[in-house]
């Protein structure tokens, strides 16, 4: 049987194909259209997972939709019935509900589809709720699949609801509880990054910041009046205003945290209290859920999706909290997971497939291009390069000297950060290297910390982490410490807070970056490395024709794109 998942008309469109089971490709529509969290439906990723798969739309048997049109449709009636003078305030002071214009698009899918495809689909839709869509995508992928696990979905909210929790349960998603949308903890997360100053799809900048503030006894006073614990783990908003960012256009949220910055405006102690005080409220009420569902359901497994669970100092406590034995979340907690988890769903739960028994899923799903098509891109552009035969070595070499490189090698990864094959390398023991990649290269704020790369043997050394390692280290999904006797060596990784999220790589995951970081230990003493993504204000890059523009832009000092290097 062939799946295709769709994600598409609210933000960061996506497609993922299933073959009998088998995660064939997935693939984010931004990163080929180039439009950063793009809603356009995403016939560039259609086109590119069917190719992979080496089949045809008409071949496809079943369409996995990560959205549930008729719940959404009965939602914002609902919203409008009850509470019509906030939703019209909504409607005059921002734009309008994303849902609105979505629920619409989701009812045409099959219209949109046959009208670029003409015709061609014969199948039938399932249309996956989107907490869902999100279980399915972490608990499918996880090692532990087909065993009991207690399932937390956590987000701004889908048809209905903000935080789902689930137990799998003898092959099923058992539904627990919902909070609904107006007990949103991922609008809340939202609503302070916007009043610190920062856009839509920039709460990792909160994050960031909130490293360098302290959770002031008053901030904390405040937060506990908006975030109410309930003893059946469940939890409530307690001020339904703070969701709302249209109050920042009527003079702030109120005395407690003073006026909304501007983007333009310096950061002062204030925010950095603000956005550490926030964080550990909601990571409270997190960690109050996480712990209750253990509680009840006995399960010592932990699957975890939505956008909020990208914020890896949470996924640092939930670990550290030691409610369940193993937690998992996958590459693509937020929507860019949502046509793979449709999928997954609608192959799994819906069609009777049977999930693959994995150690481990690899985020590798994207496009690759071979020598030939690094070699037109070369040459179109006319750029000074040269073959390499052994690109690992060359560019530890120049690691090793301080230089800065774009890493371009095998299938593009999925999900929102570069995880080894589409990156921007540097060495973490310069001192200087966290200001000349935010200033210089990647033109960003210098609070913003950089990550590292690192081999296994040299994470259990450097950073506090005992084995077995947790699955959330292959992704970029955590933070932990540094060990506080490298944290000079290693000033390019290390934030402001001693702790640095970190990635952890395998012969087996990733062997060219491997081998990369064996030949740098061998130069520098340490098999540790900076790994930013490889862009400019703009989505990762694709292909070799992206890559070489980004190279253009930044003041990188050499490329390695297959066996081939560009330098500066």
Known sequence: MIILGISAFVHDSAACLIRDGELIANVEEERLNRVKHTEAFPVHSIDFVLARAGVRLCDVDVIAFNWNPYKAAAAELFKLAVAPLIYFQILRNSSAPKNARSVLASFRLKRTLNKAYHGEFKGRVIWVDHHLAHAASSYYLSPFNGEAADVIVVDGHGENCSTSVFAMEKGRFRLKWQAPIWDSLGILYTTFTNFLGFDMYQEGKTMALASFGRETQAYRDA?????????????????????????????????????????????????????????????????????????????????????????????????????????????????????????????????????????????????????????????????????????????????????VVGWFQGRMESGPRALGNRSILANPGWSGIKDHLNKTVKKREAFRPFAPIATEEAALKYFELQEPVSELTRYMLVTTEVRSEFREMLPGITHVDGTARIQIVTRESNPEIHLLLEEFEKLSGYAVLINTSFNMQEPIVCTPDDALSCFERAPLDALFMGNYRVDR
Request: aromatic share 10%; hydrophobic share 35%; net charge positive.
């Open 223 to 403: 937060f506990d009046k908006i975030i109410g614990l309930k003893d059946d783990g469940r939890y409530t908003l307690l001020n339904k205003k703070y969701l709302g960012l249209w109050n920042f256009r009527e003079g702030g949220l109120g005395s407690e945290f003073g006026a909304k910055r501007r983007p333009e405006e310096p950061l002062e102690e204030r925010h950095f209290d603000v956005a550490c005080s926030m964080q550990k409220s909601i990571k409270r009420a997190i960690l109050h859920v996480v712990r209750h569902a253990a509680r009840a359901t006995g399960n010592r497994r932990l699957c975890l999706s939505g956008g909020v669970f990208l914020n890896c100092d949470i996924n640092r406590e939930i670990l550290q909290g030691g409610s369940h034995e193993s937690v998992f979340a996958p590459p693509f907690p937020s929507d860019s997971g949502g046509a793979a988890g449709a999928a997954l769903y609608a192959a799994f739960a819906r069609c009777g497939e049977t999930v693959p028994d994995s150690p481990w899923f690899s985020p590798y799903l994207g496009p690759s291009f071979g020598s030939g098509e690094i070699l037109h891109a070369l040459r179109q552009r006319q750029k000074g390069y040269r073959e390499s035969l052994e690109p690992w070595v060359e560019a530890a070499r120049a690691l090793a000297e301080n230089k």
